[in-house]
């Protein structure tokens, strides 16, 4: 069964690195997002990619934070430089038209 | 814009009993989507439903079904014969269909109690 398949798992970094996610979605599947879940609360969008182009980055802290989707494939997000507060869940989810998102098992970043 | 809200942050049930979750929503929006998500503590977001909203049938997947009442914005899930397995974070969510933008609810935690 297909997946979306997202690394690191977890990632540790100290505050004012840089730290960077990798997320590989679905086959065919054009919409790719970004969420950010910090623990006990609801995923808040962070970017949304239809192929390459950004649909959606309202809430993408673009002073820290990039995406790109390069190809309209595979997906990477950054954060320059970290913050304690930055310290959450990542998560990687994408779909195709009039579907709904499937999600990877995300990365857990923790910023010391 | 377009919110989800859902009202009851955390709920205890037996096994074996029946519970719903309640979730409404506010959009202009005519044609869209709603899910409900379920994450097990420190696993994968999974989907449990769906229910497009041209469709006035209430969606049901085995144990699971939903209260769809479009004009009053309301989506809840009804549990029924509830499971230990059943213990997660569950999310109400909400797509539109003019640009695929999907917008989540704050999650019910759901405790099954043996």
């Known amino acids: 069964e297909a997946e979306v398949a997202q690394s690191p798992r977890y990632k540790i970094t100290e505050k004012s690195q840089a730290v960077a996610f990798w997320c590989d979605p679905i086959?065919?599947?054009?919409?790719l997002y970004w969420y950010r879940q910090i623990l006990g609360q609801g995923p808040e969008l962070l970017v949304q990619?239809?192929?390459?182009?950004?649909?959606?980055d309202s809430q993408l802290p673009k002073d820290r934070f990039s995406a790109e989707r390069l190809k309209g494939v595979d997906s990477t997000l950054k954060i320059q430089p970290a913050e304690l507060g930055d310290s959450a869940m990542y998560l990687c989810?994408?779909?195709?038209?009039?579907?709904?998102?499937?999600f990877g098992q995300g990365t857990r970043l923790t910023v010391v | 814009a377009q919110t989800v809200t859902q009202s009851q942050p955390e709920m205890s049930v037996q096994e074996a009993e029946t519970v719903t979750l309640s979730c409404t929503y506010d959009?202009?929006?005519?044609?869209?989507?709603l899910f409900w998500y379920k994450q097990p503590p420190s696993r994968q977001m999974i989907l449990v439903i769906r229910q497009e909203a041209y469709k006035q049938q209430n969606a049901t997947e085995n144990r699971f079904s939903v209260n769809f009442q479009k004009a009053a914005k309301s989506f809840s899930l009804k549990i029924s014969d509830s499971q230990l397995g059943d213990t997660a974070m569950y999310f109400c969510a909400f797509r539109m269909n003019r640009d695929d933008k999907i917008i989540f609810g704050k999650g019910t935690r759901l405790h099954i109690l043996p």
């Open positions: 086959s065919g599947h054009a919409t």
């Open positions: 959009t202009s929006e005519s044609n869209y989507y």
């Open positions: 990619f239809q192929d390459e182009s950004v649909v959606d």
């Open positions: 989810a994408s779909s195709s038209r009039d579907r709904e998102a499937f």
